[in-house]
């Protein structure tokens, strides 16, 4: 029987039983769902790993990824399977919401505490720091604390975030008085460039965290945004992911998905708030943001 199921233009060949192994692995270590149908995806996005460590075949790419115990190969491959996608201010209305709830029902709350739960390379985090700093300070409360907590599985990505220097291009649609009051410009080899101010990279922290383990803090939060992720995992695990979320959530506490996801088949016990908003009810306590 030929099992050969997608050949690529450069004669590249993935089979039944590799594209098997493949999504098996994506599956129980991310979550991933690779439905048939997807074999031309994983030719394209992990050949270039093939060509890149000279294996002959995709079978012998999988089993270097078992062996390295480094865990950069698998790092390589989720990074590849999944997109890293993201900009400052995306999907904008979440930080809106937020800044609202910030300085009404959140007001007694001295730090609020959010988590970034899939960062990628830190827009994410950063626009919620810059966004909330704007709105306390406007609201003359810039004495009130917020933390962030930012996390993605990929290291390479992390590893930008960390460093919070990014092309001006990317901070286009920012306000002017955002860019004058938390951006530091480059010079020199840095021209072109931009870096946020210390005072906003002091409000994150960044950790590596797989979303389908338990995660390893305690802690709770005001808002959770697990944004743009969510699309990758099958039902069963999006069950558990949101499950283990909405447990992390104080009462009154907002989850954020990305608008083109929704919980929908996804049991939860969260308030449907508006589009890619929920909200975990405190006892007795009606909603008290202005939508
Ligand atoms: C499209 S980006 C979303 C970035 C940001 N939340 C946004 O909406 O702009 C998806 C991110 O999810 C991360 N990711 C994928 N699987 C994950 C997992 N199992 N645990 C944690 N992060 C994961 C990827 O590394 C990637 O950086």
Same mark, same amino acid.
């Given at each position: ?89 995306? @999907?904008?209305?979440?930080?809106? #919401? ?16 959010? &988590? ?52 001006? @291009?990317? #901070? ?5 008085? &955002? +860019? ?12 072109? #460039? ?24 305690? +802690? ?29 959530? @104080?009462?009154?506490?907002?989850? #954020? ?35």
């Amino acid at each position: 029987m030929n099992e050969t199921v997608y050949s690529d233009n450069a004669g590249l060949t993935l089979k039944t039983s590799e594209f098997r192994l493949i999504s098996q692995l994506a599956h129980e270590r991310f979550g991933l769902e690779l439905k048939g149908g997807k074999e031309a995806l994983v030719t394209a996005r992990l050949g270039k790993w093939l060509r890149k460590g000279g294996f002959k075949s995709f079978d012998e790419y999988y089993r270097h990824v078992l062996a390295d115990t480094t865990g950069d190969a698998l790092i390589g491959l989720i990074d590849s399977l999944t997109t890293n996608h993201t900009s400052f201010l995306r @999907e904008k209305a979440h930080f809106e #919401f937020l800044n609202r709830a910030a300085v009404e029902e959140f007001r007694e709350i001295r730090s609020i505490e959010i &988590w970034s739960a899939a960062c990628s390379s830190g827009e994410e985090p950063y626009t919620i720091a810059m966004s909330l700093s704007d709105t306390l300070a406007r609201a003359g409360e810039k004495r009130r604390d917020f933390r962030i907590l930012a996390t993605d599985i990929s290291t390479r990505v992390l590893g930008i975030a960390k460093r919070g220097v990014y092309e001006a @291009e990317r #901070f286009r649609d920012l306000p002017d008085h &955002w +860019r004058k009051a938390y951006l530091l410009r480059g010079d020199g080899e840095c021209k072109g #460039f931009f870096k946020l101010k210390p005072e906003i990279v002091s409000r994150i922290s960044f950790e590596r965290l797989n979303l389908i383990q338990p995660f390893p803090h305690r +802690r709770l939060f005001n808002v959770i945004f697990c944004r743009n992720v969510m699309m990758y995992f099958d039902k069963g695990t999006q069950q558990d992911i949101v499950n283990r979320l909405s447990a992390c959530l @104080e009462p009154g506490g907002y989850l #954020f998905v990305g608008h083109s996801e929704s919980l929908t088949g996804v049991e939860h016990d969260l308030k449907y708030v508006r589009p890619a908003t929920y909200r975990k009810e405190s006892p007795g306590r009606g909603l008290r943001v202005r939508l």
